[in-house]
C-alpha cells in the first residue's frame, strides 16, 4: 500500500521557517521524483519545488533562495525547509511522488499539511 505522509506544518509569524517532511513507504522511493505542491483557498494547485531520483533540484522563481528540497533514500524521506516565510505562502502543501517508465506514469499524493504564516 503507497502511502505519502506529510508533518510539520504549523502556524509561523512573517519572516519565520518552517521544516515540512514527508515519509514515503509502498513504492521504490529512490526511483521517483519527489515534488512539494502547494494550495492555496480559492488558487489551483501550484508546484513549490522538486527533486529528481538522481538528485537535481528545481523550485518555483517565488520560493528560489528562500525554499530548499532535500531527500534521504535510506529513510524515504523528503524534506522542504521554508525560510523567509511570507503570508502569501499560506497554503496546504502536498507531498508527490511521481516516476514515467516506458509511457506508464505512476504517481502519489499525500493528505496535504496547513502551513499558515501570519502575524
Known amino acids: 500500500q503507497v502511502q505519502l505522509v506529510e508533518s510539520g506544518g504549523g502556524l509561523v509569524q512573517p519572516g519565520g521557517s518552517l521544516r515540512l517532511s514527508c515519509g514515503a513507504s509502498?513504492?521504490?522511493?529512490?526511483?521517483?521524483?519527489m515534488r512539494w505542491y502547494r494550495q492555496a483557498p480559492g488558487k489551483e494547485r501550484e508546484l513549490v519545488a522538486g527533486?529528481?531520483?538522481?538528485?537535481?533540484?528545481n523550485y518555483a522563481d517565488s520560493m528560489k533562495g528562500r525554499f530548499t528540497i532535500s531527500r534521504d533514500n535510506a529513510k524515504n524521506t523528503v524534506v522542504l525547509q521554508m525560510n523567509s516565510l511570507k503570508p502569501e505562502d499560506t497554503a496546504v502543501y502536498y507531498c508527490?511522488?511521481?516516476?514515467?517508465?516506458?509511457?506508464?506514469?505512476?504517481?502519489?499524493w499525500g493528505q496535504g499539511t496547513q502551513v499558515t504564516v501570519s502575524s
Open positions: 509502498g513504492f521504490t522511493f529512490s526511483d521517483y521524483y
Open positions: 508527490n511522488a511521481y516516476r514515467r517508465v516506458v509511457g506508464l506514469e505512476y504517481e502519489y
Open positions: 527533486i529528481r531520483a538522481g538528485g537535481s533540484r
